[in-house]
């Protein structure tokens, strides 16, 4: 384990400034979440509070303090034929790789911290229309390489890497029940194996409730862990300067993502 005070700690590059960052309370349920704006001197990402629901494979988001919206056809999903509407965090891109603008809903997180990292990610790894077309074409798996090999989207890459189900430990991958973990999506690059794009991107899946893993008690006490391991909201500490997760959480940095298990929006969120 790292004793790294920067571990979880990401600045925005210098051709990114935070324009808006503001966090409150938003929908019905008064979640607690966050609004931001990034912006460079191409594209632009926005983390916005959103209405999300699904009706079989047809998803609509509806931002809550702006006039965005956007309705989808998922190819495929594992999850009930119904998700009721809902208040999550939407991750917001806008660039124009040619002539005409293109926005869109990148990923939508239950958990703002979450959503704040994955804006991050994306602005880390692109600061020009391009690079920002490139990761969103990778992401959605409509990238043809030079070579024509065929490329998968993050949520084909993740459901071939990632456990169907948190059933094996963490660490030593073999069955058990001892100890129950939720992962936050921002904490899952901590793990061995777990899969990011040709520009180093961490995969995301086109919506994220929770990511959950289960550890045997000898890992358990080994490790050090407790249940508060990965609690700790991400924070902002400066303009363009985040936590996206307690240094703590680097105890999990010798588990294998082979034994994590992610639910999106509306799957069942519950360990089996």
């Known amino acids: 384990m790292t004793d790294n005070t920067d571990v979880g ?23 607690e979440g966050l609004e931001a704006t990034f912006e460079s001197e191409g594209p632009t990402i926005r983390i916005l509070p959103v209405r999300y629901e699904r009706e079989g494979l047809n998803e609509t988001i509806e931002a809550l303090t702006d006039d965005v919206r956007q309705t989808r056809r998922r190819i495929q999903i594992d999850g009930p034929d119904r998700v009721t509407p809902r208040t999550a965090f939407g991750v917001h891109v806008s660039y124009r790789p040619v002539s005409t603008e293109r926005e869109l809903f990148y990923t939508v997180a239950a958990d703002p911290g979450d959503a704040l990292g994955i804006a991050a990610w994306i602005a880390t790894r692109a600061s020009t229309d391009d690079e920002c077309h490139d990761l969103v074409r990778t992401h959605a798996g409509t990238y043809s390489s030079l070579e024509g090999d065929d490329v998968l989207s993050d949520e084909e890459v993740l459901g071939a890497t990632l456990a169907d189900a948190p059933q094996r430990c963490l660490f030593r991958g073999k069955q058990t029940r001892s100890h129950r973990l939720d992962v936050p999506l921002r904490c899952a690059p901590l793990l061995e194996g777990y899969p990011t794009s040709r520009r180093g991107m961490p995969r995301v899946p086109a919506t994220a409730e929770t990511g959950m893993a289960v550890v045997s008690h000898d890992a358990w006490e080994e490790h050090d862990l407790d249940e508060a391991v990965l609690d700790a909201p991400a924070e902002r500490i400066d303009e363009g300067v985040y936590r996206l997760f307690d240094p703590s959480a680097a105890a999990i940095e010798a588990g294998d993502a082979a034994n994590l298990a992610v639910r999106g929006l509306g799957e069942d969120a519950s360990f089996e």
């Open 9 to 31: 700690r990401v600045e925005l590059p210098s051709e990114w400034t935070e324009v808006a960052f503001e966090w409150g309370t938003y929908g019905r349920n008064d979640r």
